[in-house]
């Protein structure tokens, strides 16, 4: 990608006509707003089915009825340069794939399909025209994750890593794999920048007899031989979001990191280190700009479109483009096939 010149780049971000397709509740209340605190971003119109969601939303954020559709055809046809697909998981393939067609920039959020298949259409179709594919993996932009990954050298060689993901809500509709455990799987995969993934062997459980799957252990082992465990867990009755385990912990022969899933926290203990001789793990702070009432989630969702929108403007690849969400997808039949089958199955196997 060529580097932009900064005027070029200032007329470019003046305004990005966007819309939204999929008004549900991370919408309304986390896309939504992070647009609204982005200057380049102009929010042109909104797309949802129900009728009800599309009066709600639109009354909420000042978007008048003329510029609420539940007409695709008329919603890409609205002015937008770029579009939001935040609808229920089983229709991304269709709606980024129409939008896409449509000549429009897309942002969606995870995952970025079902099927490795319909990822590599999509994938495919976005290079053809040139068009920014993002996806919403986001737990990259957090800054403990940031700090744990910058420190990940002060351990040694890694030798294990666990990812534990206990959790009030899970979309049932989805499962546990798709829906939460393939955050831990991204964020798995971008610890170590995208490597080889040799083996995986899964086992998941429904909570009821013919329902989807919500309680999943996975291992997993990478080039290199360090080995990943999964523990992915829904856990509805617990009532409180405190009480709930949801970490990544990075085991290496001179030391380990944990890092806890959303919360601004990090620990680290290696043997080279005085203070961790002395008093063992200890914790260290990740520097970060943010409001403090605006939770760290929040800030991190809206660096993901900040970022959305330097691709589009810099002419470059996102941070999780439509190839690295193919990785994800991956892992997830991967795991799928190994549940089915009680074997250990590498990713290539499905994505040869």
Known sequence: ?????????????????????????IAEEVHIPNL?????????????????????????????GERRFSSQEEFFKSGIQAVLVLSPTPYHFQNVKAALEAGLHVFVEKPMCEKMEEGKALVEEASSRNLVLAVGHFYGFFPQHILAKKKMAKVGRIKSVRLVGESLIIKKEDGAL???????????????DYPAVRWVFADMAPEKEGEKEMDVRILAEMEGGARAEFSILWLPGL?????????????????????AFTAPEVSLYHAGNLISRAVGMHSITPAFAMHPSVPVSQTSYRKELEDFRDAMTEKRPPAVDGRKALEVLAFLEAAFLSAREGRKVSPAEVNP
């Open 1 to 25: 990608m060529r580097n932009v010149p900064q005027q070029e780049k200032r007329a470019l971000t003046e305004s990005i006509p966007i819309g939204v397709l999929g008004c549900g509740k």
């Open 36 to 64: 609204f605190n982005i200057a380049e971003f102009s929010l042109r119109s909104l797309c949802d089915v129900s009728p009800e969601r599309l009066s709600t939303v639109g009354e909420k954020f000042g978007i008048p």
């Open 178 to 192: 798709l829906d939460y455990a393939s955050h831990f799987i991204h964020l798995l995969l971008w610890y170590f």
């Open 239 to 259: 009532k409180n979001w405190d009480v709930l385990q949801r970490h990544v912990e990075i085991i290496g022969e001179k030391g380990r990191i944990r890092a």
